[in-house]
């Protein structure tokens, strides 16, 4: 926990840096871009994994925390919702964040819960971050890059898209491998959670970003400044979740 601690930190002090100097690696970039959002990811895993980590009632406490977080960043962004597809939209978002949510409690109460939560967490972060250190470093190097749905989020990019789901899957199988030792069963199955996290965390990113769009704002809420909302930061990670519930209860793995 201190090493993503530090790591936050170190990223925060590259973001608040003046001068910086061009880059064109993916390495560089991937430190570099948005390197606020990074950061504060970086330190919302230091806060989250611990608590998680402890018991399943503290998971519990965390989770309703973010419930009661997520209906109050809801009932602010309808009074913004004008039409009757923002308020869809707006609904269908606050289905997906409670579903993932109680999906990751669920989870955690069975064998190997926290364990698994952590596979998905690494994947999926690795994912949402070094898809856009992907894409911005092809830029840099001058490569023609192809937007992905420009009328829902103007900033992705297929190869960042591309870049961010190898990382991903190449994080999520380290972090698997890694905590194969500490878990009580191995199961073909756990590898498609992997192999599903990223592209389900797209699809719940886009799946807001398509929300905001509706809405015409750039941020679903504004609990964490500038960093944006709750649900900002979870639109992935809940719908990757669902999935890993999902594929868990199919395969009658623990559940």
């Known amino acids: 926990m201190m090493v993503l601690l530090l790591e936050g930190f170190l990223l925060v002090a590259l973001h608040i840096k003046k001068e910086v100097s061009p880059v064109n690696t993916i390495t560089e970039v991937a430190v570099r871009v948005k390197a606020s959002k990074s950061a504060m990811a970086v330190l919302m895993l230091a806060v989250v994994l611990p608590v998680v980590g402890l018991s399943a009632i503290g998971t519990a406490v965390l989770i309703v925390a973010l419930m009661i977080g997520v209906l109050i960043e809801v009932v602010q962004a309808r009074k913004k919702a004008k039409s009757f597809k923002a308020r869809l939209y707006l609904k269908l978002l606050l289905f997906q964040m409670i579903i993932g949510l109680l999906s990751m409690y669920y989870i955690r109460r069975i064998p190997d819960g926290f364990q698994i939560l952590v596979v998905v967490a690494a994947s999926v972060f690795i994912n949402d971050w070094l898809a856009q250190a992907t894409g911005q470093a092809l830029k840099n190097r001058g490569v023609t890059t192809h937007q992905l749905v420009p009328k829902i989020s ?52 886009l799946a807001e970003s398509a929300t905001k769009r509706s809405l015409q704002i750039k941020d679903v809420g504004t609990v964490l400044g500038k960093h944006g909302g709750l649900m900002d930061r979870i639109d992935a990670v809940t719908a990757a979740m669902i999935g890993t519930l999902l594929i868990l209860y199919l395969g009658k793995v623990y559940v």
Do not use: C, N, R
């Open 154 to 205: 103007p900033a992705k990019t297929v190869e960042g898209l591309i870049g961010g789901l190898l990382f991903g899957w190449a994080g999520g199988y380290i972090a698997l491998i890694s905590l194969s030792g500490t878990m009580t069963i191995s199961h073909p199955l756990l590898w498609l959670v992997v192999l599903f996290g990223p592209p389900l965390a797209v699809i719940g990113d």
